[in-house]
């Protein structure tokens, strides 16, 4: 794909949408897989594997990257894995792999036109891939053992505003994600009771009072719903 027809409007456009591609598609992904977080690192890797493409592909793009540049960041790719193994300091090493993906995908989109769509098609499929685990997909396709912690919050949050159907969707992926954890269970509970679900209500503070006995807080909840 040939950029020098446009104009610096049209360019300027071109590399925000690019930034925002890889911006949602490494974060989204992350977030599914893992707790997620703020940071543009997956942009940062998903431009260097566009410009790995280009370099390779694209006379134009020849000295954009050195060999420096290039073993720094394969690097520190791995020096992120090892200290986010060891504890020392947690990475978000998924959206640094999910950024490099869809940086090489749009890459070869752009310099091999016989295999964009299919180029196309793998970018689609990672960012939707994203979209889906990190909203209704996460229950199911998260397993890094923090998950449920965010969606505990929100629904807490709304829980405090009132929000009672938002709260129950919150809430029971955070004890689906975390069935152990007592007071997800009771501020479903209440979620439940404030929406008129009875029944669900009182499943879900005996289930908080089977994890946490001695806690008066829930004894009591059950027993006036009684």
Not at 118 to 126: M, N
Not at 163 to 189: H, M, S, V
Not at 216 to 223: D, P, R, T, V
């Amino acid at each position: 794909m040939d950029l020098r027809h446009l104009g610096g409007e049209g360019l300027r456009s071109h590399e925000n949408c690019t930034v925002l591609l890889l911006a949602v598609g490494s974060s989204s992904v992350d977030f599914a897989l893992e707790s997620g977080g703020v940071g543009l690192s997956g942009v940062g890797y998903g431009l260097f594997g566009l410009l790995f493409v280009l370099s390779k592909s694209d006379e134009r793009f020849r000295d954009a990257l050195d060999r420096r540049t290039i073993t720094l960041f394969v690097g520190w790719f791995f020096f992120c894995i090892a200290t986010t193994v060891t504890r020392i300091f947690p990475v978000a090493n998924v959206a640094h792999g999910a950024g490099a993906i869809l940086g090489v995908l749009v890459g070869y989109a752009l310099c091999l036109p016989n295999h964009r769509k299919l180029a196309f098609a793998g970018v689609t499929a990672v960012v939707l891939y994203g979209l889906w685990g990190a909203t209704l997909g996460r229950p199911l396709v998260n397993f890094s053992g923090k998950a449920g912690y965010e969606e505990g919050k929100w629904g807490y949050d709304a829980l405090v505003a009132g929000q009672n159907e938002q709260a129950i969707r919150w809430l029971r992926d955070a004890a689906r994600l975390q069935p152990k954890e007592p007071t997800y269970w009771f501020d479903l509970g209440i979620a439940y009771y404030r929406a008129g679900d009875l029944p669900a209500a009182k499943t879900a503070y005996k289930r908080a009072i089977e994890l946490d006995p001695g806690n008066s807080e829930y004894a009591n909840a059950l027993q006036n719903q009684n």
